[in-house]
């Protein structure tokens, strides 16, 4: 027994003396612990005590060293032995080839885009694929900027259902590539985020911007509400109830006037955040005439909503939630109906209605229109058009107020 124990000792010790001259003192320690256990001269309480180990970490020396000799008493890597979020070559190659198409992309959007066509490929999680975008330089790293509003200003409709409230609005002007200035003129709804159109322009002018809005009325019905900023042509500062011709044939088809507060873009913020992508996308440099900026600009739309997975909407796509207004566009263009009691003028060309003998201006917006006024106290009446209400006229004064 003696003589056994005894060649063990040897055994360590000689394995103790043929370790590397750089190994740790942590291993010379372990090789003596094992020695003076193997010895049997001390108990593992007594040993542990002596070595300031705990006793789980005493058997766990014991034990190594007794599978695998003095190899078990080396330290060993803390690096798992299989990788849990590992990218083989064809998962890696799918999402950067995707995330190339479309570098606005998150991690998400591209998992949601394969997920669907895909299902029977295990993806990884959005972190991992984050990290394989930072590794092949995909990602820009940037400071985060504050916002440059506060989330302030009235609540605006939140539109629970399609055609609810479509927003519009025109994105920053910019020159093609053959010094053409091109206006993109965007309409989206704002429940499914369909980007209904996007149309490159001359200028802001109603004439121009009125076909577009006809041709997405024809094709998708009407809204309820139509959601804008107070620039030209959806309204006009300066105007009465800030009419513009544009904001009258809407009223006309029945559709609500939305206005954001100036200087709150946020209050349209959905439809602003789409403006980024878009011209991230489409503008990252301009296109080189007009006519091959608006195939980009068809192109994103197409993309934008069959394709494009949106984290609000649970990763699916707009198409899959738009649907057309079951309110068609009229083939005449209605006009104004006011109750018996009222007091109905038609607006003359210089935008003034007559009065008493005498004229008073209300706007050039409503010229060849009828306006109604109803009687509100004596000598003072309420001026609408259609449901609208214009302004307040006192007859005695013969002043609007309001509006």
């Known amino acids: ?65 007794a599978k695998e000799g003095v190899e078990g008493l080396k330290d060993r890597s803390r690096a798992p032995k299989s990788c849990a979020h590992g990218l083989s070559e064809e998962v890696s190659e799918s999402l950067l080839e995707l995330r190339r198409s479309h570098p606005t992309w998150g991690p998400r959007k591209l998992l949601a885009w394969l997920q669907k066509r895909e299902p029977e490929t295990s993806w990884p999680a959005a972190s991992t694929v984050g990290g394989l975008l930072k590794r092949n330089g995909l990602v820009e790293v940037g400071v985060r900027r504050r916002r440059p509003w506060p989330p302030s200003g009235p609540p605006t409709i939140q539109a629970a259902v399609a055609n609810a409230v479509w927003c519009c609005d025109f994105k920053g002007q910019f020159r093609t590539g053959d010094g053409q200035l091109c206006y993109p003129l965007t309409v989206s709804d704002g429940y499914s985020r369909f980007l209904l159109g996007v149309q490159g322009l001359d200028s802001v002018a109603e004439s121009l911007a009125w076909p577009v809005f006809e041709r997405l009325f024809q094709e998708y019905g009407l809204p309820e509400a ?118 109905v003028r038609s607006v003359r060309h210089g935008g003034e209605i007559q009065w008493q003998g005498r004229f008073l201006f209300l706007s050039e917006a409503l010229v060849r229109e009828r306006v109604g006024l109803e009687e509100c106290a004596d000598g003072v009446w309420d001026v609408y058009f259609g449901s609208l209400l214009l302004a307040r006229f006192d007859e005695r004064e013969r002043k609007l107020y309001g509006g």
Request: glycine share 6%; aromatic share 10%.
């Open 1 to 65: 027994m003696g003589n056994s124990l005894g060649k063990r000792e040897n055994q360590v010790l000689e394995g103790r003396d043929l370790m590397p001259w750089d190994e740790t003192t942590r291993m010379s320690q372990r090789v003596r612990f094992i020695a003076d256990f193997e010895s049997c001269l001390y108990t593992m309480t007594q040993l542990c005590e002596r070595y300031a180990i705990s006793r789980k970490t005493g058997y766990k020396w014991a034990e190594r060293f």
């Open 226 to 343: 139509m959601r804008s900023d107070n620039g030209s042509p959806f309204a006009s500062a300066s105007a009465l109830a800030r009419l513009s011709r544009l904001s009258v044939r809407w009223l006309k088809l029945g559709i609500r006037l939305e206005r954001i507060e100036p200087g709150h873009p946020e209050q349209n913020g959905r439809h602003e955040r789409m403006h980024r992508t878009l011209k991230q996308e489409t503008a990252r440099p301009p296109a080189g005439s007009r006519p091959a900026q608006q195939e980009r600009f068809d192109q994103f739309r197409e993309i934008y909503n069959e394709q494009r997975p949106h984290e609000a909407l649970g990763q699916q796509t707009p198409a899959e939630f738009y649907r057309p207004s079951p309110r068609p566009y009229p083939s005449e263009m209605p006009k104004p109906d006011y109750p018996g009691h009222f007091e």
